[in-house]
């Protein structure tokens, strides 16, 4: 083990990049490389709070649900075999025979409808007791959770349930080592996390249920704690699966993440600042901009 360790601790500094180049949206590759779903499929701490979740609703006994972004069927197996109905969805060809096989081998074809396409697209036939998609990037800024819940809620029965359904976006202003082009990365190891000037505060809250926007222009108060140059936020997203259930981020799930400030900036503690901060759900965090405006004079 020490051995394995000592290997690692040599790759530390090739590794700040390893989650980001892992776990890239690419539309070329309909998603995810096969080594990212892996990363998913393992992360226990990820899993559970969908499990726990899917616990609480009585194991979604009877219903009649939809999954968008089924993926390798992490989350889905946990429910299939107690639901009544189930409409799952996934636009990744590269995974297809494989969703289609287990379904098969596991005796549920005949309460699925599998629907190969995109998400934001789809008509179900009838409305659904949960919608379920784990489709999460932090601050949904690469992937579509936003956009395809919103389509999909259409199809929720009054009384019906989102998993998840509630993400609030958290910064905290910091100094950071950026190498070559990069503008941002998530973390895999503490020790590339950046030095922090502030605590974190909300950006902003996505309700699931009623979200509209697509793009956020927030603005953001903090009182530095230490005085020094900033020249990032780091980034975390905070999930609420059910109330009572959450998932704040792991490595294979919304992992916090460093993004450039557009300008750096020295803080002094205890003098207040605003952050104003600029994104699209569904887009790219390279188009993101996070900028430090004129000090706030604090109440
Ligand atoms: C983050 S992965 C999660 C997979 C699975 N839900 C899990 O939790 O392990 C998201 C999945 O959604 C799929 N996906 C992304 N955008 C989609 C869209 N617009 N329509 C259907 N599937 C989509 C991706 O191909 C990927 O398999």
Sequence with gaps: MSDFVSQLVDKYPELKYALLDAQTFSQEHYGFPAIYYKMMETDAVRVEAFKETFKQYNNLQDAVVCEAGIGTLALTKHYLPFVKKAYLIENNPNIRSFIEEEIEKNGWTDKVELIFGDAMKVELPEKVDYIIGELMSIYCANEYQVQIFKHLRQFLKPEGKLIPE???NTAALADAKFDGSHKHYPLMFT???PMFLTLHETVNVIDLYKEEALTI???TRFQPILSGPANCVYMSSLVQVKEGVNFTGTDSLMPPTVC??????????GEGVLLKSSFGYGTSLDDAKFEIGDMAKWD
Excluded: F, G
């Design 260 to 269: 450039k400030l557009t300008s750096p900036k020295v803080l002094k503690a």
């Design 166 to 168: 509630k993400i609030i």
């Design 217 to 219: 222009n927030a603005e």
């Design 191 to 193: 020790r590339h996390m």
